[in-house]
């Protein structure tokens, strides 16, 4: 079986109801994620070494592939007593997984294993934790910047973004960075990408000073659609309305990945873009095709920056066969050689607060530095906060669609919006967030 091709639920049960002790009495320990090919590859490169300090124990990496489907196969196999080991948790599904009690508390496990929780990011490790419970150690994170394209700037004559700047500055720069460059009365060279998916959009309205849902997390209505939200909105969605800095339809609504082609084309100067991005972007930086930078998210004048921290964890089930073998591997899977490896391919910021600080002090790009500095205005993700996020990110592209692509009014918008999410919301109040 090739591991790295997608599992079907059918498929994963099999493969899980395989675990455990083999014909020559080695044990078998099952790690799901994810992981694309390059991903799994880094995966594969040092997993292999947990059993040279575990004789007899062998470790089989199994990646989902489809991201869409994951969650589901790991419920299923949970459901029918089948469960992997190992399985890398996503920061959306810890309030859900956390609640439905699926999740070993690995608190009082760290220091055994010789991975003290002081070691970690304790704003990264606050994603995993709950009332004293930590239901995954974390693998790695990012902040989301703003990437931008230094040979375009450099063209328009455009400074390079400093740390801090503010939404003017920015609006500026993408005016100046959106051109006709052939001459033939058609832009061909745009300053901004502007997505409508949430995850891409949801810093910068946090640094406009607006927000999705009120600070409890149980409604929307009054702070999706309040005063400091509909401003942050007019300036997002004015980017296309009124600026014309962003391919309207293009950008929105065309395939995924398309924001990555352009940018690294040249024919986008900025994008929103986070750590997992880099393995994308560097083959491109180091032909010598794009001169790559990353800057802060712009925020409003008077107001703090912020950004969101999005992270994944290496998570053990309550109802795992081998407890205390799966918990030194997920141990091992978030320990040193693990976030050295990863760091290498460029995947994320390691979790680990004194690696992260040694990869970035060697790195040459100035790329981890600017990531580094974003860090201390990071938030968590609402994802990690409330178990509806799925739902209420599912509904959230209408705002843009609506407002860039129909032409409706952003206060009509955002108050239709605001009350489907308070619907959507509605199911988790009643059943207990």
């Known amino acids: 079986m090739d591991l790295r091709r997608p599992l079907g639920a059918g498929a994963l049960l099999l493969f899980a109801s395989c675990a455990g002790a083999d014909s020559g009495g080695r044990t078998t320990l099952t790690v799901l994620n994810w992981a694309a090919w390059t ?81 970690f990011d304790q704003r990264v490790l606050a994603i995993f934790r709950r009332d004293g419970a930590v239901y995954a150690f974390p693998k790695g994170f990012t902040p989301m910047l703003i990437a931008y394209n230094r040979d375009l700037f450099d063209r328009a004559g455009v400074p390079y973004p400093r740390d801090e700047w503010t939404w003017e500055e920015f609006r500026s720069a993408a005016r100046r960075l959106t051109r006709d460059t052939d001459g033939d009365g058609a832009t061909d060279q745009w300053g901004f990408w502007l997505d409508r998916r949430a995850f891409m959009w949801i810093a910068s309205l946090w640094a406009l000073g607006g927000d999705v849902l009120c600070e409890d997390g149980a409604r929307a209505s009054g702070c999706l659609d309040g005063p400091s939200s509909v401003r942050a909105f007019g300036a997002l969605t004015g980017l296309a309305t009124r600026d014309s800095v962003t391919p309207r339809f293009y950008g929105l609504r065309r395939s995924l990945g398309d924001q990555l082609r352009n940018f690294s084309s040249g ?98 790009t100035g790329w981890e530095a600017a990531f580094s500095r974003a860090v201390p205005y990071g938030r968590m993700p609402w994802g990690a906060r409330i178990a509806k996020w799925r739902e209420v990110e599912a509904i959230l592209p209408e705002i843009m669609d609506r407002i860039v692509l129909r032409g409706e009014d952003v206060e009509v918008v955002l108050r239709e919006v605001a009350r489907q999410v308070d619907r959507a919301l509605a199911g988790d109040r009643a059943a207990g967030r």
């Open 267 to 364: 024919r986008v100067a900025m994008m929103p873009a986070g750590h997992f991005w880099l393995p994308n972007l560097r083959p491109h930086a180091e032909s010598g095709r794009l001169r790559l930078g990353f800057a802060m998210i712009p925020r409003r004048e008077g107001h703090p920056p912020a950004t969101v921290l999005y992270a994944s964890g290496y998570a053990v089930p309550r109802a795992v066969r081998h407890k205390r073998l799966s918990v030194e591997l997920a141990a091992y899977m978030v320990d040193s050689l693990a976030q050295v490896t990863r760091a290498a391919g460029g995947l994320e910021i390691p979790a680990l607060a004194g690696i992260a600080e040694r990869v970035a002090a060697a790195d040459t």
């Open 39 to 119: 991903e799994q590859k880094l995966e594969d490169a040092y997993v292999h070494r947990f059993g040279a300090s575990h004789p007899g124990v062998r470790v089989s990496m199994a990646s989902a592939g489809n991201a869409a489907e994951y969650r589901d196969q790991i419920l299923t196999s949970i459901a029918a007593g089948t469960p992997p080991d190992v399985f890398l948790l996503d920061n959306i599904d810890v309030p859900a997984f956390g609640r439905a009690g699926i999740l070993l508390d690995l608190a009082p496990y760290a220091a055994r294993v010789g991975l003290p929780l002081e070691r």
